[in-house]
């Protein structure tokens, strides 16, 4: 993954840098604790600086449409305090300068604001963009006391460099490396003699804006192993890897990155596929593809567990009330007793513990035990009492086990359907009926349910990923003429087939077609063979007092595909 160094951080420094100068801070955010989203305006032009601490995603850009769509950025109602504490210093503030401290994954802005007593004075508002340790600053320019951090740095996480309100804030400290582009090629040839590493560590552990990644990259060009040990290179090899480096820098200034189709590979070096005429433009969407893809990672498994851990519970339960049901026999016993007491009451004998009476349907002899102290007819009143008891016992829990099973059926249906969804907002929807207290209701601006849609045999065909989609395909999509298809018993998609006009005919053809797409879009799609059903939309009804995305069907035709 692409992670942010000395040398991409110069890049945006550079490019950005006249923006910066005298833009003024129009208005301050903070989505969640390692982000910030300040609003910029300058020269009669307006962007929103976006900042990451996250140590998987640190970065800075400016953000486009599609950055800040893909991040999912949801402002809290209540800010934290880190964000009011930049509101009071920063918000309608003049930025005067921008600085990058040479070497370090560092960005200053410095703005003009006013104490208490109209004093002009100068703040700084420090960036650090470097992994685990990233951070942002706020502290005084005259005294370069810290006035608050993004996190707290304590004794006990660094004996080093502790940040906090009231301390001064000091440089992270610098490693022992070199200037590259000022280095000789004597004193590069001397460095790599004496390291029994290899190669692309030597490098990046001795210079500075080197990074592993693009050390293996210029090796790989001049056709020289990166894992090789660097004392086993020959002065040949020493000399490409040399000259190769200060061509680099050379052309450093006008970096061009490049990232593959699945956003997996970058290059600095080489042409892959997406190729960005400006430095924030590959930061922006570069981390906005891989922080999306990471929110739909982290919300599929949150759902997962909340599924599952519903789907164990239902499971258990429905053990329970088919072992209710599985003492209808027992229940039935009592009844039996009941009317052989009572039809054989004058032959009992009082006082008596046991009886031994024949069965007026089989012919076979039942041994019923009696409480001695009652007369007959009164046990006989105690066996139908219980029979009575086991009847309604057993009607609860088969009318419970039904709606075990309705439940353990919706939750199957709700497994299918995380799997298969591949956008956040997709997953937000399953979300915003799972967990409700953990995701919050869609704004005016996310309304639009996007369906999945393609065509066949020139047929426009609706495919619903989830219950919210499957629900509004058969209220607003649908006509009472179009086709709707489904897996049988199986959880699935619900397809809806367009029909160009309410009198038009499908051929066998474009329904088996049809039908192997419902098939692809269930659990089933691995079977060799799958019953698909398929009715007109007429036919389907949402029954009362029932769950999203369910509902019943008749008048329907099966077809098995394969």
């Keep these: 993954m692409l992670h942010i160094d000395s040398l991409l951080l110069e890049a945006f420094y550079n490019e950005n840098k006249s923006f910066f100068e005298n833009a003024r801070v129009q208005k301050i955010q903070q989505p969640t604790r390692r982000e910030i989203v300040l609003q910029l305006r300058n020269n009669s032009e307006t962007k929103k600086l976006y900042i990451n601490i996250n140590p998987n995603f640190y970065h800075i850009c400016f953000l486009t449409p599609s950055g800040e769509q893909k991040r999912h950025i949801e402002i809290p109602k209540q800010p934290p305090m880190f964000c009011m504490l930049l509101r009071k210093h920063m918000e309608g503030a003049k930025i005067l300068r921008l600085n990058k401290p040479e070497f370090e994954r560092i960005i200053e802005l410095t703005f003009e604001n006013y104490n208490e007593l109209g004093d002009r004075i100068e703040e700084c508002l420090s960036i650090e963009l470097m992994g685990k340790h990233s951070n942002i600053v706020l502290y005084n320019s005259d005294n370069n006391i810290i ?121 600095c070096v080489n042409s892959l596929e997406y190729t960005y005429n400006t430095v924030n433009e590959l930061i922006d969407d570069y981390f906005s593809h891989n922080i999306e893809k990471q929110l739909v990672f982290d919300l599929k498994n949150k759902l997962r567990e909340k599924i599952n851990k519903e789907l164990k519970r239902h499971k258990a339960s429905l053990i329970s009330q088919k072992k209710q049901l599985e003492k209808k026999d027992k229940t039935e016993q009592y009844r039996i007793k009941g009317d052989l007491l009572t039809a054989n009451s004058y032959k009992i004998k009082s006082l008596e513990k046991v009886v031994v009476l024949q069965d007026f349907e089989t012919g076979k002899d039942i041994e019923i035990e009696l409480d001695e102290t009652k007369s007959p007819i009164e046990n006989a009143q105690r066996y139908y009492a219980l029979y009575n008891k086991g009847k309604k016992a057993f009607k609860v829990a088969l009318e419970m086990s039904e709606k075990t099973q309705e439940e353990i059926n919706a939750c199957n249906q709700c497994l299918y359907e995380t799997d298969i969804c591949s956008s956040y907002s997709e997953l937000k929807d399953i979300a915003q009926e799972l967990l409700p207290e953990n995701i919050p209701s869609k704004n005016k601006k996310d309304k639009a349910i996007n369906l999945t849609k393609t065509e066949i045999d020139g047929l426009t065909v609706y495919i619903g990923k989830n219950n919210k989609q499957n629900d509004y395909l058969y209220s607003k999509i649908s006509s009472p003429e179009d086709l709707w298809f489904h897996v049988l018993n199986t959880p699935g998609s619900h397809i809806i087939v367009k029909k160009q006009n309410q009198q038009q005919s499908l051929k066998d053809e474009s329904i088996l077609k049809i039908a192997q797409l419902a098939k692809e879009y269930s659990t089933a799609k691995n079977s060799a063979k799958v019953p698909v059903v398929y009715t007109l939309r007429k036919y389907i009804k949402r029954p009362n007092n029932t769950k999203s995305g369910f509902v019943v069907y008749k008048n329907e035709t099966e077809i098995v595909v394969e």
């Design 147 to 267: 006035l608050g951090c993004a996190h707290n740095i304590g004794a006990e996480k660094s004996k080093e460099r502790e940040l906090a309100g009231g301390l001064p804030y000091i440089y992270p400290p610098r490693r022992d490396k070199k200037n590259l582009k000022k280095t000789t090629f004597a004193v590069f040839e001397k460095v790599l003699k004496k390291s029994n590493d290899t190669t692309k560590k030597t490098i990046n552990a001795s210079f500075y804006s080197v990074s592993q990644y693009l050390v293996q990259e210029i090796c790989e060009n001049q056709r020289i192993n990166p894992e090789k040990p660097a004392n086993e290179l020959t002065t040949e090899e020493i000399q490409k890897l040399f000259v190769a480096f200060h061509e680099f820098f050379e052309d450093a200034g006008g970096l061009h990155f490049s990232v593959s189709a699945d956003y997996e590979k970058y290059s």
